[in-house]
C-alpha cells in the first residue's frame, strides 16, 4: 500500500479535530489543557482505514490559533494533501487564509474541503459560504477540491467527506528513491516505559530497519533504532511518506527534539547559510536584504537574515534569490520547501525551496549570480558542475557531492558520467574519487605557462613551482596538475626545475659551467657531487643538470659510475679509428690512452654499446661503418 498523509488547514474553533475524530473515530486532542480549553494545542495523529486497501492514510491535525501557525507548519511539511475545514457560520476567517498560503508555498496541490457546522445555518447562508470558499480558492492549490457540506454532530456529509478523501489520496504518486538516506523530521518526542525514548515524524526520504543506526541532526547524536511503529502496529521497517514512531536507544530527549531530524548515519553537514529560491505571496510585504524572518523547514523553525538578494527587493507575487543566515546551525537538502514568516507582526510572506546549502560568499555587487544557480533537484548535472566550477583548483571529492546533494554516492554516478564524458569535469584522482572542472585546469595551464615563461632559462625549482602555481587548498593534486602540464607540452624538468618547453637550460650559466669543467678533467671523471663542490653549487640541482646534459648527448654516463665530456669520448673513436689495427686487448686500449684499468672496462663497454667495437673474448674487434653511413660515435 502506498503510504498518504492528509493534513488538516483552517482557522481555530472551525472543527478541525471533531471532523477527524468522526472520520477515524480517534479523538487528536490527548493533552489535559486541550480538552479543558476545547482547542488543539500540539500535532495530533490518526489512521484511516481504506476499505480498498490501496492506501495507508494517515491525518494529521494541526492548531488553528494564529500563535500556533509555527506548530501548523511542522505538520503541513509532511503532507501529500490537505483538508481544509470552514465552518459554514463563519466562512473563510484570517487563519484560513494563512493556513491556504502555507500550503501554497510549500507546494501542497490537492484536496478536500469540509463546510463544517452546516446543521447550524439555513440553505441559504450554506450556498453564500460555498460560493465564498470557491472564489477564494479559485488559482490556489485547492482550486479544484471538492466543498462538502457536513456535521460532525449529526453525522451529515461525514460519508462523503470520507469518500472524497480516499478518492484524492489514491491519486498520490509516490516513487522511492533507492539513492536517498531514510530521514524523518521530529515532530514529537517523549518517554515509553520499557522503551526509553521515542520520537514520531513523517517519513521525509528512504526507508528504515530496526536495528540501523541513525544521526540526530543538527545536533550529531548517534542513536540505533530499536523498534518501529506504524500507527501503534509494530513493524520491521518503515518507508518514505508512512507516520512512523521510533523507539531509540543512545539518546535522550534533549538529544532529538521537535525539530531535530534524524538520517541513516553518515557525515551529513549542518550549515549556517543557505541559497533559497523564493516567492513572495500576493499580499504580503517585500523582502530585502538585511531582513529578519522565522525561516521554517519540515519540523523546524531558525531565526535568519537575508545576506543577499536578486532583486534586491523581492515585491508582492515575485520571485527572486537569497542567502540566508540562520543564528543556528540548520540541516537541509536541495529541494526542501520552506515558509518565510515576518518576526513581527508574525504573517506569513512567503517561501520556496532550498537550492544549496553551501552557497559561495557575495558581495552586493554580485548578487545577480543568484541568478544563474541551478536547480539541483531538476538538473543535477548542471548543479554538480557549476559546484565544482567554483570549487576552483582543489576540485570537489565525489563524497562532498553525495553529501550536498542529500544522496547516496551511488546517485550521482549518472550524472557524473555524462560530465566527465562531456569533458566538462575531469577525474583529478580516483581513490578518493575528486573531480576538477575543465576551466579550473584550463586556468592552472595558463597560469603554469606565464611562470615558466618569465622564468626563462633558468626554469623554476619544483617547489617553489608548486608553491606559486597552486592555492594551499589545491595542493594536494599536485601529482594531477604537474602531469596535466607534461601531457599538454608546456613544461620539462631539468636539475631539479621546471621550465618551459621551448627554453634551452644551455644557456644557463651553471650548465655551462658544468660542460666546461667536464671538458677540462677529460678522463678525471668527477662524480656530479664533486662538480657542485668545485663550483660552489647545490648537489641536487647539480645531478639533476648532469642528467639532462646526459639525455642531450653533451655528456656521457659509463658504467654506471662515470661521467666524461662526450667530446672527450669522440676523441677516442676518431682515434681507434685512426690506429691502424683491426683488433686490440684491454692492456694495448688502456696504454695507447693512458687509463686505469677500473676505467678502460666502463668506456670499452660505452664503446660496444655504441657500436665502434664488438667484444669478441678479451679482445676488441673495430667496427667499420658500412659506406654512405656515418658513424654513430
Same mark, same amino acid.
Given at each position: ?293 522565522? *525561516? ?5 523553525? %531558525? =531565526? &535568519? $537574515?537575508? !545576506?543577499? @538578494?536578486?532583486? /534586491? ?40 525551496? *532550498? ?5 559561495? %560568499? =557575495? &558581495? $552586493?555587487? !554580485?548578487? @545577480?549570480?543568484? /541568478? ?49 564524458? &562531456? ?211
Amino acid at each position: 500500500m502506498r503510504a498518504v498523509v492528509f493534513g488538516t488547514a483552517g482557522h481555530i474553533d472551525h472543527g478541525k479535530t471533531s471532523l477527524v475524530k468522526s472520520l477515524t473515530g480517534v479523538d487528536c486532542d490527548r493533552l489535559p489543557e486541550e480538552k479543558r480549553r476545547g482547542i488543539t494545542l500540539v500535532l495530533g495523529f490518526a489512521p484511516l482505514l481504506d476499505p480498498r486497501g490501496e492506501v495507508e492514510l494517515s491525518f494529521i491535525d494541526v492548531p488553528g490559533h494564529e500563535r500556533l501557525v509555527h506548530t501548523m507548519i511542522a505538520g503541513a511539511a509532511g503532507i501529500d494533501r490537505a483538508l481544509l475545514v470552514v465552518a459554514a457560520d463563519e466562512g473563510i476567517m484570517p487563519q484560513t487564509r494563512e493556513h491556504l498560503d502555507v500550503l501554497e508555498v510549500l507546494g501542497v496541490r490537492g484536496g478536500v474541503v469540509a463546510l463544517t457546522k452546516a446543521d447550524a445555518v439555513e440553505r441559504e447562508r450554506l450556498d453564500a459560504v460555498r460560493q465564498e470558499v470557491a472564489a477564494h480558492l479559485a488559482g490556489g492549490p485547492l482550486s479544484d477540491a471538492p466543498v462538502i457540506p457536513c456535521s460532525a454532530l449529526n453525522g451529515e456529509g461525514i460519508e462523503k467527506v470520507r469518500d472524497a478523501v480516499l478518492e484524492c489520496s489514491r491519486g498520490v504518486v509516490r516513487t522511492q528513491d533507492p539513492h536517498r538516506p531514510f530521514r524523518l523530521p521530529v515532530d514529537r518526542t517523549f518517554t515509553v516505559s520499557g522503551v526509553g525514548t521515542v520520537v514520531t515524524g513523517t517519513a521525509h526520504w528512504g526507508r528504515v530497519r530496526v536495528g540501523e543506526e541513525l544521526v540526530a541532526l543538527p545536533g550529531g547524536a548517534r542513536a540505533r533504532v530499536r523498534g518501529i511503529q506504524v500507527h501503534g502496529v509494530p513493524r520491521d521497517e518503515a518507508e518514505v511518506g508512512e507516520r512512523v514512531a521510533l523507539g531509540l536507544s543512545g539518546v535522550t530527549l534533549s538529544d532529538v527534539p521537535r525539530g531535530e531530524q534524524l538520517l541513516h548515519a553518515s557525515e551529513w553537514r549542518p550549515s549556517h547559510r543557505f541559497a533559497l529560491d523564493v516567492r513572495v505571496l500576493r499580499d504580503a510585504p517585500a523582502v530585502a536584504e538585511g531582513d529578519r524572518l522565522w *525561516v521554517h523547514l519540515l519540523a523546524t523553525r %531558525r =531565526l &535568519a $537574515r537575508i !545576506e543577499r @538578494a536578486h532583486p /534586491a527587493r523581492i515585491g508582492p507575487r515575485e520571485s527572486g534569490r537569497v542567502i540566508v543566515r540562520f543564528v543556528n546551525l540548520v540541516f537541509a537538502a536541495p529541494g526542501d520547501k520552506v515558509v518565510l514568516r515576518r518576526v513581527s507582526p508574525a504573517v506569513t510572506i512567503g517561501g520556496g525551496e *532550498v537550492l544549496d546549502t553551501q552557497p559561495p %560568499r =557575495l &558581495a $552586493r555587487r !554580485e548578487a @545577480a549570480s543568484l /541568478a544563474a544557480l541551478p536547480r539541483p533537484w531538476t538538473d543535477a548535472p548542471a548543479t554538480i558542475d557549476r559546484w565544482v566550477a567554483l570549487a576552483g583548483p582543489g576540485g570537489l571529492a565525489s563524497s562532498e557531492l553525495s553529501l550536498r546533494m542529500g544522496v547516496w554516492e551511488a546517485g550521482l554516478e549518472l550524472a557524473l558520467g555524462r560530465l566527465v564524458t &562531456a569533458g566538462s569535469v575531469v577525474v583529478a584522482r580516483t581513490r578518493p574519487l575528486v573531480l576538477v572542472h575543465r576551466d579550473s585546469v584550463g586556468g592552472v595551464q595558463t597560469q603554469a605557462a606565464d611562470l615558466l615563461r618569465a622564468a626563462g632559462e633558468m626554469g623554476v625549482p619544483h617547489a617553489e613551482f608548486v608553491a606559486q602555481l597552486l592555492p594551499s587548498a589545491a595542493r594536494h593534486l599536485r601529482d594531477f596538475y604537474l602531469d596535466s602540464l607534461r601531457r599538454a607540452g608546456l613544461m620539462r624538468e631539468v636539475a631539479g626545475r621546471f621550465l618551459s618547453a621551448d627554453a634551452s637550460p644551455l644557456g644557463d650559466a651553471l650548465a655551462g659551467r658544468v660542460v666546461e669543467l667536464y671538458r677540462r678533467t677529460g678522463f678525471a671523471a668527477p662524480s656530479p657531487e664533486e662538480v657542485a663542490r668545485t663550483l660552489g653549487a647545490e648537489p641536487r640541482v647539480v645531478e639533476g643538470l648532469v642528467r639532462f646534459l646526459v639525455d642531450q648527448k653533451r655528456l656521457a654516463r659509463v658504467g654506471g659510475k662515470w661521467v666524461l665530456h662526450r667530446q672527450v669520448l669522440d676523441e677516442v673513436v676518431e682515434s681507434l679509428r685512426s690506429w691502424g689495427v683491426e683488433g686490440f686487448d684491454v692492456t694495448a686500449f688502456k696504454e695507447r690512452f693512458g687509463l686505469t684499468r677500473k676505467l678502460a672496462i666502463p668506456v670499452l663497454e660505452w664503446l660496444d654499446s655504441e657500436r665502434v667495437t664488438r667484444r669478441e673474448g678479451d679482445r676488441r674487434r673495430l667496427v667499420r661503418p658500412r659506406a654512405g653511413t656515418t658513424p654513430d660515435a
